[in-house]
């Protein structure tokens, strides 16, 4: 057989390997969409069944009874021992995206996306925006919204954690 074409010969334009077509950008957001909720299927049924020995990773918890308060028992203590204990659980990928985000925060492992939060913010912002305040900028109701609403958790930080470069950090957590 002859491979060489001559000037007579046609090629074959119809061939699938040169028949590459790129997806487009609604297709990609489809597929994501599809990815995102398998993961968030497959990782949040894990989630839910992850309870960690907690007298075990703080033993400074014993002693304190069995039922514990997040605010008053949990948020004195360092996040590095739980967040060790949770890569060590993680392996495979078990628990999704959502530890790698966690080590890639410096001071926030996650919003408060609850209805409950959400109530609690729009009623701060209502006591910021009264009748003298209409004028406010927005981004500025944003920010004494925010601030209100972390105000203890900000002071908690500040008495507990370390600071540099006006940066709140979590010892251990940062890598």
Known sequence: MNDVLSDSDEENTNDEDDQ??????????????????????????????????????????????????????????????????????????????????????????????????????NSAAKLLVDDKNTSLADSLINMLVVLRMNRSFMEFMRSNKSARYGVTTVPGLAK
């Open 20 to 121: 590459h077509v790129l997806p487009s950008d609604e297709e990609i957001r489809a597929k994501d969409v599809i990815d995102a909720n398998i993961e968030f299927d497959s990782a949040f049924k894990k989630w839910k069944r992850y309870s960690p020995d907690w007298l075990k990773l703080y033993p400074s918890l014993n002693g304190r009874g069995t039922n514990l308060s997040l605010i008053d028992d949990f948020m004195p203590l360092d996040l590095k021992p739980m967040y060790d204990h949770l890569e060590k659980e993680n392996k495979g990928g078990k628990f999704g995206y959502l530890p790698l985000m966690m080590g890639c925060s410096v001071g926030q492992l996650g919003a408060l996306n609850a209805e409950s939060f959400a109530e609690r913010v």
